[in-house]
């Protein structure tokens, strides 16, 4: 009741909601004009940073002590910097904390600015990152209108440049969204595989033709597709551990391995070709300038391998994870469609105004109730109890059964064994030298005891080590540093003689 409540309630929290899909016979005719909405959804994803590059000038006009804190530094490259660094932070962990993106950018800023302060640093941080989020607009999605010519009117588009969600140890990162990787990639609005192949086609072309400069970057936009790919799988993983009954294995995850497997074969030995050309490029050239760039070239190719190894190692785990997801919860609910309540219903919950919250209070409030009032202890349910008949218990079966009698566990050692053992070690602790474990054990090697009379040789040192069990009263015994051997492992002892001890 509560989920279908919220989706009922979802109507109301959107105050622009996006247009709906016309069907075909209500669809306007066809105006002539050239239908441009791909192309104008990606030039838009780029205006919150032209938007933050047209008013930087204006921070600080206030008369505060910003004023002038964004002459000489590029906004834009500073949110592309942001975004990239999410991205490395994706093939280690799910992106980047708070913490590490605002350092980042405001060691950039320094560098780019060297008269900033720290405090004015992280100011310019702290802008540069609220504009990705759109903090502004209390961190709701962008909203803008575009012209659709198939439809011949205007509608809205949203989009996300970065998200701030917590992992899988509820740790909040910030993490692009695939609007902040069309924004790193130049708006290339390509699927991850197809765009790695056609950058690596023209890859080969450009070291063929001698322009490494140009290889370089198509290489770094390569190697970024691979993070995508692989951070799409992560994140599907990541919503079965949130919410195991919204992914499905047959439908939404095992096809989408199968991808990827397919992709990684097809990359492999694409990767060692590349690598082989570049190597011998750089066997035969003679300029520094042409070496530098071939040097830089082959170890993009060969952090972009070994982030393919990591996507398999991604693919071989994956089962694993989602059956681990799945033991977390005591029965997994069937995927019904409808959207996640944590991710989305809650958080538009909380941008409703006052006033709507309010008049549906009510009917929030009765959602958050069971379904079924709960059972309650009276009266009749007490002289049901009281009046209710136990059935009495059958005779017991006399039958025992065979009693097998107790045999205690033979001795792991002979006697015979450990006596000889002892002998050795007292004829060793009555010439005045002291001795460790390690040296005892290589000694008794040498002199031809097998592998169980070692053994026991190391059962009845460490027993020695107790004074009040010990069998050679004229050592004493202590701890220094560890051995490993053969037979066994562990805190190597020194055996001194009483009275030579420092």
């Given at each position: 009741m509560c989920v279908y409540f919220f989706i009922a309630l979802e109507t109301k929290m959107l105050s622009h909601p996006a247009e709906p899909e016309l069907p075909q016979d209500l669809a306007p005719p066809d105006s002539g004009l050239l239908d441009l909405s791909r192309q104008l959804r990606n030039l838009l994803l780029l205006r919150p940073l032209f938007q933050l590059e047209l008013n930087k000038f204006r921070i600080g006009d206030e008369g505060t002590q910003d004023a002038g804190?964004?002459?000489?530094?590029?906004?834009?490259?500073?949110?592309?910097?942001?975004?990239?660094?999410?991205?490395?932070?994706?093939?280690?962990?799910?992106?980047?904390?708070?913490?590490?993106?605002?350092?980042?950018?405001?060691?950039?800023?320094?560098?780019?600015?060297?008269?900033?302060?720290?405090?004015?640093?992280?100011?310019?941080?702290?802008?540069?990152?609220?504009?990705?989020?759109?903090?502004?607009?209390?961190?709701?999605?962008?909203?803008?209108?575009?012209?659709?010519?198939?439809?011949?009117?205007?509608?809205?588009?949203?989009?996300?440049?970065?998200?701030?969600?917590?992992?899988?140890?509820?740790?909040?990162?910030?993490?692009?969204?695939?609007?902040?990787?069309?924004?790193?990639?130049?708006?290339?609005?390509?699927?991850?595989?197809?765009?790695?192949?056609?950058?690596?086609?023209?890859?080969?072309?450009?070291?063929?033709?001698?322009?490494?400069?140009?290889?370089?970057?198509?290489?770094?936009?390569?190697?970024t597709l691979s993070i995508e790919y692989r951070q799409r799988i992560r994140d599907r993983l990541h919503q079965a551990h949130r919410a195991p009954g919204s992914v499905n294995w047959s439908k939404d995850l095992g096809p989408y391995l199968s991808d990827a497997r397919d992709h990684v074969g097809k990359r492999q030995n694409e990767d060692q070709r590349m690598e082989e050309a570049v190597k011998e490029a750089l066997q035969e050239a003679d300029e520094p300038q042409t070496r530098t760039s071939l040097a830089g070239l082959l170890k993009v190719l060969q952090s972009a391998s070994t982030l393919r190894g990591q996507l398999v190692s991604d693919i071989a785990s994956a089962g694993d994870n989602f059956l681990a997801s799945q033991r977390s919860v005591f029965r997994a609910r069937r995927p019904t469609g409808l959207p996640d309540l944590e991710s989305r219903l809650l958080p538009q919950l909380l941008d409703m105004p006052v006033e709507n919250l309010a008049a549906s209070s009510e009917d929030l409030l009765s959602a958050l109730y069971p379904t079924t009032w709960p059972k309650l202890y009276d009266l009749n349910t007490v002289f049901a109890l009281l009046l209710e008949q136990r059935a009495e218990d059958g005779p017991q079966d006399k039958d025992d059964g065979v009693l097998a009698p107790y045999e205690p566990p033979l001795p792991e050692f002979p006697e015979t064994v450990i006596r000889t053992v002892t002998g050795w070690l007292k004829s060793k602790f009555t010439g005045g030298k002291s001795y460790r474990v390690d040296e005892l054990l290589d000694q008794a090697e040498d002199e031809g005891m097998d592998r169980t009379m070692r053994r026991c040789l190391v059962l009845i040192l460490f027993r020695s080590f107790s004074q009040s069990e010990t069998e050679f009263p004229q050592v004493v015994s202590e701890a220094t540093g560890r051995f490993f051997s053969d037979v066994a492992a562990g805190t190597n002892l020194t055996f001194t003689p009483k009275g030579a001890q420092s």
């Open positions: 804190l964004f002459h000489g530094v590029d906004t834009a490259y500073l949110a592309l910097s942001a975004l990239d660094l999410m991205m490395e932070s994706t093939t280690i962990s799910m992106g980047a904390t708070y913490e590490e993106v605002l350092d980042h950018l405001a060691s950039v800023a320094s560098a780019m600015k060297p008269a900033l302060t720290d405090a004015q640093s992280h100011r310019a941080a702290e802008t540069v990152l609220a504009a990705l989020d759109n903090k502004a607009n209390s961190y709701r999605e962008f909203t803008f209108e575009l012209f659709d010519a198939a439809r011949g009117a205007m509608r809205n588009v949203r989009f996300r440049l970065v998200r701030y969600e917590p992992d899988l140890e509820d740790v909040y990162r910030y993490r692009p969204t695939p609007e902040g990787y069309l924004v790193y990639l130049g708006m290339l609005d390509l699927s991850p595989e197809d765009s790695q192949e056609l950058m690596e086609k023209m890859l080969d072309l450009l070291v063929q033709r001698g322009r490494f400069d140009a290889a370089l970057d198509i290489a770094k936009r390569a190697r």
